[in-house]
């Protein structure tokens, strides 16, 4: 089972595109364009290697060193791991420090003692370390449950994969889209759960053959856990509407754009299932905005900084679900500590009237997202696709830039679609669940 779900993991059917880090060969495929040999090797042998390392793996020696606020470990391979005395205190696993039915730590912050060292320190059996704190208080700790935690950059790096799966793949023009089949991912786990790795991974995933009738995506929410409610409702209706509350209810061309920028926590992921399509035009398109900032940070490391600095005014006032007047302050690229991009706030249709910065910075900062506009639009990142009546395109809002191409209004709806959000925190959860259930680990 741990072979399927690591084949599943490595993505059999991914897209074209570059890689921005550790990438596993798809099997049965040729590498990816500009992804080294050696990366992919290494994010495979990780794979493989998390059953192994998670695995009880037996304890040569322990002593407590540096004045006793560190213990050291000597696993049986020969390798070695560094415990903080403070941190192993903090997470004692007996019954009074910690609540098993919960997973959740009853000790309080106020009774640890920071400059801890451990009073007396043994090892039975190879399989499980006991210490003995000043206070008498005893703890155990299970070699498995260690070697999980341990503290060295690569044993980290597993944990990082294993627990958030940060690793993506850029695409452009190239996309191939990744599409499965909506029933599979209704019915089988193994399918739902390459739909959510394909989803963080490329940030795009068709799904096809639901029924062309409204009502899917909530059985789409319902597998992941529960759609995201905003002021659009539970669901909406994507259509040419009088009187629009939204520019997307008109049969106007929509620029690129993520959703609901106005949202202080903008929703992660978004669904859009087509019911009805108009014969001539409603095209949509989509870019990869990582891809992009990236490409932008290198050509204009001035814009990018601009871009990822700026607060911009979002507002959004109406009625739909119930009234509502939304404001919010958001950067267009929103970074990490590393300077990366991890979330696209734009959306030209709610960015306000009112821009809270000196007269001073306006005109530099239309500069700078005249720069990422045209670069989201050319030809070279772009791609067009035309949604089919029971497709639905699941996305990542956070990454993923969409638009739509115009099309004709009729005297009678000419185009339809359902849409729906759902938090990136509800689709990792299902993700965490269906990966542990498949590989069988606790
Ligand atoms: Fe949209
Ligand atoms: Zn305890």
Redesign the pocket.
């Known amino acids: 089972m741990w072979r399927v779900v690591a084949n599943i993991l490595l993505g059999a059917k991914v897209p074209g595109g570059r890689t921005c880090c550790p990438l596993p060969a798809p099997h049965g495929r040729a590498l990816l364009p500009g992804t080294p040999r050696h990366r992919w090797q290494g994010a495979a042998r990780r794979l493989h290697s998390a059953r192994p390392l998670s695995m009880s793996l037996g304890i040569q020696k322990v002593e407590a060193v540096d004045a006793g606020h560190l213990l050291r470990v000597e696993w049986e391979d020969g390798s070695e791991s560094r415990y903080p005395c403070v941190w192993l205190r903090d997470n004692c696993q007996c019954p009074r420090c910690f609540l098993r039915s919960a997973k959740a730590r009853r000790l309080v912050f106020k009774d640890l003692d920071v400059n801890i060292v451990a009073k007396e320190v043994a090892l039975a059996g190879g399989k499980k370390i006991s210490i003995t704190w000043p206070d008498e208080h005893a703890s155990e700790y299970e070699a498995e449950w260690l070697k999980k935690r341990c503290f060295s950059e690569e044993a980290r790096a597993e944990m990082r994969e294993d627990l958030f799966l940060p690793e993506c793949q850029y695409w452009g023009s190239d996309l191939q889209l990744p599409k499965i089949a909506f029933e599979e991912v209704l019915y089988n786990d193994e399918s739902a759960y390459k739909w959510l790795c394909t989803l963080k991974k490329v940030g795009i995933v068709l799904l096809t053959g639901a029924a062309a009738r409204q009502g899917e995506l909530i059985k789409l929410g319902h597998r992941i856990g529960f759609l995201r409610l905003t002021f659009y409702g539970p669901t909406w209706q994507v259509q040419d509407k009088a009187d629009a509350n939204n520019v997307?209810y008109t049969t106007g061309k929509?620029c690129f754009?993520t959703?609901y920028p106005v949202l202080q926590h903008p929703p992660g992921v978004q669904f859009l299932h087509c019911i009805k399509q108009t014969t001539t035009g409603g095209e949509s398109e989509v870019v990869d905005g990582f891809h992009v900032s990236n490409q932008l940070k290198k050509q204009n490391p001035q814009a990018y900084q601009i871009l990822s600095s700026t607060a911009v005014d979002y507002t959004d006032v109406g009625v739909d679900y119930c009234d509502f007047a939304v404001q919010c302050k958001q950067r267009i690229i929103d970074v990490d500590s590393r300077g990366q991009a991890v979330r696209i706030n734009y959306n030209n249709a709610t960015r306000d009237t009112v821009f809270d910065v000196p007269a001073e910075k306006v005109r530099p900062f239309y500069a700078a997202l005249k720069e990422f506009d045209d670069l989201l639009n050319s030809s070279e990142y772009k791609f067009t696709y035309k949604l089919k009546p029971g497709d639905i395109v699941t996305f990542d809002n956070w990454r993923v830039l969409?638009g739509r191409q115009s099309y004709e209004s009729g005297s009678e709806v000419t185009r339809h679609l359902e849409g729906a959000y759902a938090d990136w925190d509800v689709a990792m959860s299902r993700l965490r669940l269906l990966r542990k259930r498949l590989l069988k680990r606790d």
């Open positions: 997307a929509l754009h959703d969409h």
